[in-house]
Nanobody
Framework: QLQLVESGGGLVQPGGSLILSCTSS????????IAWFRQAPGKEREGISY????????DYSDSVKGRFTISRNGAENTVDLQMNSLEPEDTAVYYC?????????????????WGKGTLVTVSS
């Protein structure tokens, strides 16, 4: 089973920024749609950001729109999530997933490969 690896999580103060990275040593991310999900304690998994494989279309949940930016770095084989203006409500384990482009990414549909997650804690 091919896997993704997330990095960049940690502790940050409210209002701060972090960059999460998603990569694989086994396949090229450029050929896949990539989505970021998060799951806070006691809550359901939430799809928060997506970038398609064919036209580079991006999409965001309302909870992060305007604060988070997803982008590809082909040279590094990563998909990065720039997170700004972080709030305590952003505290969660963040996962990336790779799969087919499609409109139901928020539900995880089409996502074949998943990482194990990286913890982001927003607290003063």
């Amino acid at each position: 089973q091919l896997q993704l690896v997330e990095s960049g999580g940690g502790l940050v103060q409210p209002g701060g920024s972090l960059i999460l990275s998603c990569t694989s040593s086994e396949f090229l991310l450029d050929y896949y749609a990539i989505a970021w999900f998060r799951q806070a304690p006691g809550k359901e998994r939430e799809g928060i950001s997506y970038i398609s494989s064919n036209d580079g279309k991006t999409d965001y949940s309302d909870s992060v729109k305007g604060r988070f930016t997803i982008s590809r770095n082909g040279a590094e084989n990563t998909v990065d999530l720039q997170m700004n203006s972080l709030e305590p409500e952003d505290t969660a384990v963040y996962y990336c997933a790779a799969g087919a482009s499609g409109p139901f990414w928020r539900l995880g549909y089409g996502m074949q490969y998943w990482g194990k997650g990286t913890l982001v804690t927003v607290s003063s």
